[in-house]
């Protein structure tokens, strides 16, 4: 089973950036389609990001739509969350899941997931 793990979270002031990476341990995510999803404490996660098998198809929730940027690279098996501008409602659990085709980058099309990284955005 496709194992993913997060890194990259913390602490961060409201403006500041961040930038999270997703990898995997014996496998190549170059067959996969990558999302970044989110969940703040008693909120249903949501999708934020997704980026196609290339990387050359993204999509981006409308809450995060030019502050975030996710990219990938294949050589390193490692797909990027990059985050500026970050407001305390980005504050959440960020988890990163694989699929092989994402029409709609939503969470029923994922079936294998990270176990999260905590994004706390505060002053």
Same mark, same amino acid.
């Given at each position: 089973q496709?194992?993913?793990?997060?890194?990259?979270?913390?602490?961060?002031?409201p403006?500041?950036?961040l930038r999270?990476?997703c990898?995997?341990?014996g496998?190549?995510?170059?067959?996969?389609?990558?999302?970044w999803?989110r969940?703040?404490p008693g #909120?249903?996660r949501?999708?934020?990001? =997704?980026?196609?098998?290339?990387?050359? %198809?993204?999509n981006?929730?409308?809450? +995060?739509?030019?502050r975030?940027t996710?990219?990938?690279?294949n050589a390193?098996?490692?797909?990027?969350?990059?985050?500026n501008?970050l407001?305390?409602?980005?504050t959440a659990?960020y988890?990163?899941? #694989?699929t092989?085709?994402t029409?709609? =980058?939503?969470?029923?099309?994922?079936g %294998?997931w990270?176990q999260g990284?905590? +994004?706390?955005v505060?002053?």
């Amino acid at each position: 089973q496709l194992q993913l793990v997060e890194s990259g979270g913390g602490l961060v002031q409201p403006g500041g950036s961040l930038r999270l990476s997703c990898t995997a341990s014996g496998v190549t995510l170059n067959y996969y389609a990558i999302g970044w999803f989110r969940q703040a404490p008693g #909120a249903e996660r949501e999708g934020v990001s =997704c980026i196609s098998r290339s990387g050359t %198809s993204t999509n981006y929730a409308d809450s +995060v739509k030019g502050r975030f940027t996710i990219s990938r690279d294949n050589a390193k098996n490692t797909v990027y969350l990059q985050m500026n501008s970050l407001k305390p409602e980005d504050t959440a659990v960020y988890y990163c899941a #694989a699929t092989f085709v994402t029409s709609r =980058c939503a969470r029923n099309e994922f079936g %294998s997931w990270g176990q999260g990284t905590q +994004v706390t955005v505060s002053s």
